[in-house]
């Protein structure tokens, strides 16, 4: 499975964005798919997932309410569409596929190569 995400870009503070994670392959039904997010000087941190049945859909307290991820397997996307947000929220985006386990570890087996999110004030 590749994984490519798209969707960053510079947005003012209560502004929206909605990345897209596409995937390739025919099995992407089968994984699921997680978004986590690295701010410049600290680690990468679990923003949401989703099973690959659909859900329970995970959200990190820092985001819910606020973000919203949905995954279409006809088109082989995960989107993550991010209202209300915040400076802290700045940080590069990447989406991960695994087909089982702990989707708040990031032990994945496959990542994207990342997505540039800043949020000015």
């Known amino acids: 499975v590749q994984l490519q995400a798209s969707g960053g870009g510079l947005v003012q503070a209560g502004g929206s964005l909605r990345l897209s994670c596409a995937a390739s392959?025919?099995?992407?039904?089968?994984?699921?798919v997680g978004w986590f997010r690295q701010a410049p000087g600290k680690e990468r941190e679990f923003v949401a997932s989703?099973?690959?049945?659909?859900?329970?859909?995970d959200y990190a307290d820092s985001v819910k309410g606020r973000f919203t991820l949905s995954r279409d397997n006809a088109k082989n996307t995960a989107y993550l569409q991010m209202n209300n947000l915040k400076v802290d929220d700045t940080g590069v985006y990447f989406c991960?596929?695994?087909?089982?386990?702990?989707?708040?570890?990031?032990?994945?087996?496959?990542w994207g190569q990342g997505t540039q999110v800043t949020v000015s004030s």
């Open positions: 392959g025919r099995t992407f039904s089968t994984y699921g």
């Open positions: 991960g596929a695994r087909r089982v386990g702990d989707y708040r570890n990031e032990r994945y087996d496959y």
């Open positions: 989703v099973s690959w049945r659909g859900g329970p859909i």
